[in-house]
């Protein structure tokens, strides 16, 4: 039931929650706008990051990564 061209506005940033995934993504709702995280729903303490509209479908292709991953 996704959307393909929908704009996500929040992507979870946790170090836990990034990478692989833990099974199906989670599309949902924080705030009134839409989020996305590569883990499931009943996943932990999303930590929610503002992004300037992404389409969904390129955060199935390119899962958001942790920040601090970079250093
Ligand atoms: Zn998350």
């Given at each position: 039931?996704?959307?393909?061209?929908?704009?996500?506005?929040?992507?979870?940033?946790?170090?836990?929650?990034?990478?692989?995934?833990?099974?199906?993504p989670?599309?949902?709702?924080?705030?009134?706008?839409?989020?996305?995280?590569?883990?499931?729903?009943?996943?932990?303490?999303?930590?929610?990051?503002?992004?300037?509209?992404?389409?969904?479908?390129?955060?199935?292709?390119?899962?958001p990564?942790?920040?601090?991953?970079?250093?």
């Amino acid at each position: 039931m996704t959307d393909a061209t929908r704009l996500i506005q929040y992507v979870c940033v946790s170090a836990d929650h990034t990478g692989s995934g833990n099974g199906e993504p989670t599309i949902t709702i924080h705030e009134g706008l839409w989020a996305f995280c590569t883990h499931t729903a009943d996943a932990a303490d999303h930590e929610w990051s503002r992004v300037d509209g992404l389409p969904l479908h390129e955060l199935l292709r390119f899962p958001p990564r942790a920040p601090q991953a970079a250093s």
